[in-house]
């Protein structure tokens, strides 16, 4: 993968994690980063199985997401 691909993505994935957490804030980070998966595959800037496994890596931080939405949700009831 290009140095400067891998740079974005990893600060794209920061504020993937470190951002106020409600769904809409998520659903823009997520395109951005899903963005930056796709047109570096699209530029030959990362390979498929890169890009496979940078896909992989973001579909886990949304299940981590919606179960801390979930269980924000949760302990709000209570």
Known sequence: MQI???????A???R???MERSPTAFA???AL?????MG?????GMSMKEAESERAYLAMLAA??????GLGRDVTRR
């Open 40 to 44: 570096g595959q699209t530029c030959k």
């Open 28 to 30: 823009g980070n997520y």
């Open 12 to 14: 794209s994935y920061v």
């Open 33 to 37: 980063c899903l963005g930056v998966i």
């Open 64 to 69: 981590l997401f919606e179960i801390q939405l």
């Open 4 to 10: 400067n691909l891998r740079k974005t993505l990893d």
């Open 16 to 18: 993937l994690k470190h």
